[in-house]
């Protein structure tokens, strides 16, 4: 009886100390581990900055920071009724069960509390990874419920957003939008991986969008590959997130993903990430950071925060006490709204590089960073005006030319304009180009009027 009373209030402790603030939301769920994707991208981008692709590989397709529910095979078959909860011990690995487990049966499965970051991590740690080479036995509630003969650690992995797309976006109206425009549902890793291989990728591709590497400088490949995870990729998801949680609200489903409120959190968490903390952190990896960057280029920060950030935050919050009341039309309209607020930082980095290319040459790294960002919002683009995305596309996708027309940056930045009402999008809301010498707008990029 105590040990269950231990378990239970190691249970509550866990619990709410994992759900402290993330930049200032606060979860009704638990969405811990779903926050440290952001090491994966951390992870990711320190290698491409080392010049050591394979590595940069191994942790974008495998991943090691971001845990998944253990599964645990047992040798035997289990002696009684386990209760989803319970505390689950082998030595130094610890965690709870995430799901009962019935008299007889052999298979436990564990949400790892202790430290368990995975082999392709750069800070590789499995002292407390559960084991089954070793013959320790497992603990549930304090009494031996016998040894392990295989155990499953499984990480949330970058490539796994884009690779399961087609089976968990199926249906959703953006992944449907970029699934079309690129001919492809896992577009996002096609790009990634001939980046990351500096190979050419043309299968299943749509000839307009042709992603060759082949021969491209090593900073080119570095920038389209960490940009393509954490701006594509991961972009996408959060969105899938966010329709995950409207659809479990419709058909009054409280225990697909523990509750709708539980999708809404994790989009949330991979919006922001671990590094984000409680009140936002420079060393973030993921959107809510890229918002704090381009609002310092822009002027479109407020109080020392983005207004990206300021009204996602705002939006996720009337979303959550929307799916808590169960008004599931309501969180329609705040879902739409969230995907036109993360668009602007996207729209910014576009009109930011293509200046950049324009004005100052445009080395291998800001062309790619041009062709990263407009990667990531041309299909929306595409879908208001198809002819407006072309002149885009001519200009600054891979091997595009800024000097296709007199004026190409200026081309680029009206192609944009025309569309900001079917965008979702304002003129105040991406702002003019700040000069970082006079800290004043460019004389030819100030902000546009609607």
């Known amino acids: 009886m105590m040990l269950a009373v231990l378990s239970l209030y190691l249970l509550v402790f866990v619990t709410g100390a994992e ?16 926050l440290k994707l952001d090491l994966d991208q951390r992870d990711f981008e320190d290698f491409l900055n080392k010049g050591d692709f394979k590595s940069a590989s191994d942790i974008y397709v495998n991943g090691g920071n971001s845990m998944k529910t253990a599964k645990i095979e047992m040798n035997g078959n289990l002696p009684r009724n386990l209760a989803k909860g319970a505390l689950v011990e082998q030595g130094a690995a610890t965690g709870t069960l995430a799901a009962k487990a019935a008299t007889g049966g052999t298979t ?34 304090g009494e031996e419920v016998g040894t392990p003969f ?35 549902a896992d577009y996002a890793d096609k790009f990634i991986k001939a980046a990351l291989k500096g190979e050419d990728e ?3 591709l749509k000839s307009n969008v042709p992603m060759t590497f082949l021969g491209k400088e090593e900073i080119f490949r570095n920038e389209c590959a960490k940009k393509g995870s954490a701006y594509w990729s991961v972009w996408m998801y959060v969105i899938r997130e966010m329709e995950d949680a409207v659809s479990d609200c419709n058909i009054g489903c409280q225990f ?25 952190d420079v060393s973030g990896k993921l959107l809510y950071r890229l918002a704090e960057k381009r609002c310092k280029n822009y002027k479109t920060c407020e109080g020392g925060i983005s207004k990206v ?15 808590d009341q169960g008004k599931c039309a309501e969180i329609e309209p705040i879902k739409k709204e969230i995907i036109n607020l993360m668009s602007i930082p996207l729209i910014q980095g576009t009109l930011r590089y293509a200046y950049k290319i324009a004005r100052g040459g445009g080395s291998p790294k800001e062309k790619a960073e041009g062709v990263a960002f407009l990667g990531s919002i041309i299909p929306r683009l595409d879908s208001c005006s198809p002819q407006d995305a072309k002149i885009a596309l001519q200009h600054m996708w891979i091997d595009g030319d800024m000097k296709a027309t007199d004026n190409g940056y200026q081309t680029v930045k009206e192609a ?3 569309n900001y009402v079917c965008l ?14 006079t800290a004043d707008y460019y004389s030819d990029f100030r902000p546009c009027t609607d």
Request: hydrophobic content about 35%; charged content about 30%; glycine content about 12%.
């Open 19 to 34: 759900r402290d603030l993330i930049v200032g939301y606060q979860p009704n769920s638990d969405v811990s581990e779903h």
């Open 150 to 184: 295989y155990v499953n650690l499984r990480y949330r992995t970058l490539a796994g957003f884009s690779v399961e797309a087609e089976s968990k976006m199926k249906g959703q109206e953006m992944f449907e939008m970029y699934k079309a425009y690129y001919g492809a």
């Open 309 to 323: 950030n300021t009204n996602i935050l705002k939006k996720f919050k009337e979303g959550r006490q929307k799916l």
């Open 202 to 204: 043309t299968k299943r």
């Open 416 to 418: 944009f304009e025309r």
């Open 424 to 437: 979702g999008v304002k003129c105040a809301d991406i702002g003019g180009l700040l000069d970082d010498n």
């Open 108 to 141: 436990l499965k564990v949400g790892i509390t202790s430290k368990c970051v995975g082999g392709f991590a750069q800070d590789t740690d499995t002292s407390g990874c559960f084991k089954w080479s070793d013959g320790v036995p497992v603990k549930v509630d």
């Open 256 to 280: 697909c993903n523990d509750a709708p409120v539980h999708a809404w959190d994790e989009a949330l968490a991979f919006y922001a990430g671990s590094l984000e903390g409680e009140s936002g």
